[in-house]
């Protein structure tokens, strides 16, 4: 469960302060996941990365109970001179898991063999990709935070990530944005409007999606 | 549509454990983030070889050995305390070098750290905690290849470092406090004024000049006495010997103002943390 209370958040700009998130005041509760719908530049990826704790807000307050992810679709933050298997043991060594347990799960999913013990600068951006999804599946999030895309690598191993993403909705949440009004259809129930800083949400995502259509339009 | 207006009052908020718990909690994550940076600090510092650690001890070394033939050989002086040479330079240089260290692993302990930082429990804090707590085993580590050396190169034996054990052991722990106060600080003025690291670079020269490395307060005479003992690192070294070195026993060093500025450092690092963190700031990368 996610709770966020009169979030304001704004960056410096050349001309003055530009305000992205203007007092958003919204509940994610337990078992419902939602979508969220806004035009490029809305602020989405600034109001996930806030709920997950990436970034902090300038004003208001986040109540999160449960675990939260980071943003999937954007690798997790690795040292490019330790190698895959270092870097794994040092996130669940901050998230309270096992490594070893972590560890052999990542090395199995992600198919990166040998090049565990290599630096992870010398890894191709499919490999960071993999071993950065495979590390989110290791972890037990109970809330899932979906920046526009989800699987990732060749068409077989996306299918390897669907598969076992939607075996993890079974008992965890997702709060994403997406391009695709059809993938926010299949994970979410319902879904909320991003438009000039302020969130709107809806009970149903065809409600959403006809709000943003009208205030996009 | 879901109208969330007055959200404060409309939302129930989950009701806190109780704060001891909590504080328990808290407590245990931070040890969690603090010993995994500790670890992935220890093997990122110097590269990935092992090589990199041999200059912990190489800089030390290179110092004393220099500081050592000015003073004996070329000076033709003795220490001013009862205390061999090397024995009374090692108690200035590794302390002052851990000083120094601090300050600086403190200055860019946020600017080197931005991807890390988006975890959310690691904290720029942590990050402080874990580079003084390793810079400090490192040193204690380095001083126990010294002193070890020194006793089958030299001939030096082991009693010569210790006078009070409780009293050393209490100003060493003085050394790990004064060395968080000024990290904390050093930090929170990096983290507003960038320039400040490079300001620094400049300031530890004359620093290390007038720190007593190479002289005690008492040696001095009374008009560079009283500037001396206007530098905190100066009255930390004094207090270190005075604890650790059997029959000296300096009256020119004051525990109380050692601690009181490490104190206000902290303090004030932490405020300058704490108002950084309420306002949402997000530090850049270095």
Redesign the interface.
């Known amino acids: 469960?996610i709770?966020l209370?009169?979030i304001e958040?704004s960056y410096r700009g050349k001309s003055g302060p530009i305000r992205v998130l203007r007092g958003i005041?919204?509940?994610f509760p337990k078992g419902v996941s939602t979508g969220i719908l806004g035009g490029n530049g809305a602020g989405k990826s600034t109001l996930l990365?806030i709920i997950?704790?990436?970034?902090?807000?300038?004003?208001g307050e986040v109540?999160r109970?449960g675990s939260?992810s980071?943003p999937l679709g954007f690798s997790a933050?690795?040292?490019g001179?330790?190698s895959g298997a270092?870097n794994l043991?040092?996130?669940s060594?901050?998230?309270?898991m096992d490594h070893q347990q972590v560890t052999d799960f990542v090395a199995d999913f992600a198919e990166l063999g040998k090049a565990m013990k290599e630096?992870v600068k010398t890894y191709s951006s499919g490999m960071r990709q993999r071993l950065a999804f495979g590390l989110s599946m290791a972890i037990d999030f109970s809330v899932y935070i979906i920046d526009e895309s989800l699987a990732v690598g060749d068409a077989a191993f996306q299918a390897k990530c669907n598969a076992i993403f939607n075996e993890r909705r079974q008992r965890s949440d997702v709060i994403m944005t997406s391009h695709s009004i059809e993938m926010i259809r299949e994970y979410c129930s319902r879904a909320a409007v991003l438009h000039k800083g302020e969130l709107?949400?809806?009970?149903t995502v065809d409600?959403a999606h006809e709000h943003y259509m009208r205030v996009s339009a | 549509m879901v109208d969330l207006a007055g959200g404060w009052d409309r939302l129930k908020r989950p009701t806190p454990n109780s704060s001891m718990r909590r504080f328990g909690e808290a407590l245990a994550i931070t040890w969690q983030v603090v010993f995994a940076l500790m670890i992935r600090e220890s093997r990122t510092r110097y590269g990935k070889s092992d090589i990199g650690y041999l200059w912990a001890i190489l800089e030390p070394l290179i110092q004393l050995l220099i500081l050592w033939a000015v003073f004996t050989f070329m000076m033709g002086r003795h220490p001013p305390v009862a205390a061999s040479m090397p024995v009374f330079l090692i108690t200035g240089i590794l302390p002052f070098f851990l000083f120094r260290s601090s300050v600086a692993r403190g200055a860019s302990a946020a600017s080197s750290n931005t991807p890390l930082l988006t975890y959310p429990q690691v904290k720029v804090l942590d990050v402080i905690i874990a580079r003084v707590l390793l810079d400090a085993a490192t040193t204690l580590v380095v001083a126990l290849i010294f002193i070890v050396g020194l006793k089958f190169l030299y001939g030096e034996p082991f009693t010569s470092w210790i006078d009070h054990p409780l009293s050393g052991v209490m100003s060493l722990l003085g050394l790990l406090y004064f060395c968080m106060g000024v990290a904390v600080l050093s930090s929170g003025i990096n983290r507003v004024f960038p320039p400040w690291q490079d300001i620094f670079g400049y300031v530890s020269r004359p620093l290390w000049i007038t720190s007593g490395i190479f002289f005690t307060l008492d040696s001095l005479p009374h008009g560079a006495r009283q500037y001396a003992k206007l530098n905190p690192v100066a009255h930390m070294l004094e207090w270190i010997r005075s604890a650790c070195l059997p029959g000296f026993e300096s009256d020119h060093y004051s525990v109380v103002f050692v601690l009181t500025f490490a104190t206000i450092c902290l303090f004030i690092g932490l405020f300058i943390n704490w108002a950084l963190f309420v306002a949402g700031f997000s530090d850049e990368a270095s």
């Open positions: 469960m709770q209370y009169d958040k005041t919204a509940d990365r997950a704790g990436s970034e902090r807000q300038n004003y109540v109970q939260v980071w933050s690795f040292a001179s330790l270092e043991r040092f996130v060594r901050i998230y309270g630096p709107t949400m809806f009970d409600e």
